[in-house]
């Protein structure tokens, strides 16, 4: 009778060991694929990176070329963008509609704008 449960229990031992097993393999191959994932990521993160430094110099030498002031123009879109993120974080467009606000300024500004250029308006 003794010798029965102390098998029964050495073979649910057993068992247990034998999933625990498989799980750790499981494991062990998440983990790997996980590295490979992670290593092709930051190869490709360099390679992108010298693109667009490349990319960068080639833009810079042309601008240098036509006179367009990088600085200024960096900073104003670097303005613009944190006006948007701002108006974004205070749901100020989503709530009270100052999208048509936007919109009916635009006309007035593009009406002005051609008055301003020269243009002849009706």
């Known amino acids: 009778m003794g010798f029965g ?8 031992l057993a068992d247990k060991a034998e999933r625990t097993y498989q799980k750790l393999n499981e494991l062990r191959d998440e983990v790997q694929n996980t590295q490979e994932t992670v290593n092709d990521t930051a190869e490709r993160v ?10 960068r110099a080639i833009l810079n030498a042309i601008a240098e070329e036509v006179g367009v002031d990088l600085e200024a123009t960096s900073a104003e879109a670097h303005i613009g963008e944190a006006e948007t993120n701002a108006e974004a974080a205070s749901g100020d467009d989503a709530e009270d509609g100052t999208n048509e606000d936007v919109a ?6 593009a009406a002005a704008g051609d008055d301003a250029e020269g243009a002849e308006t009706p």
Request: glycine share 4%; net charge negative; proline share 0%.
């Open 5 to 12: 449960d102390t098998a029964k229990r050495i073979q649910t």
């Open 46 to 55: 360099g390679r992108l990176e010298n693109e667009l430094a490349e990319q």
């Open 104 to 109: 009916a300024s635009d006309d007035t500004d």
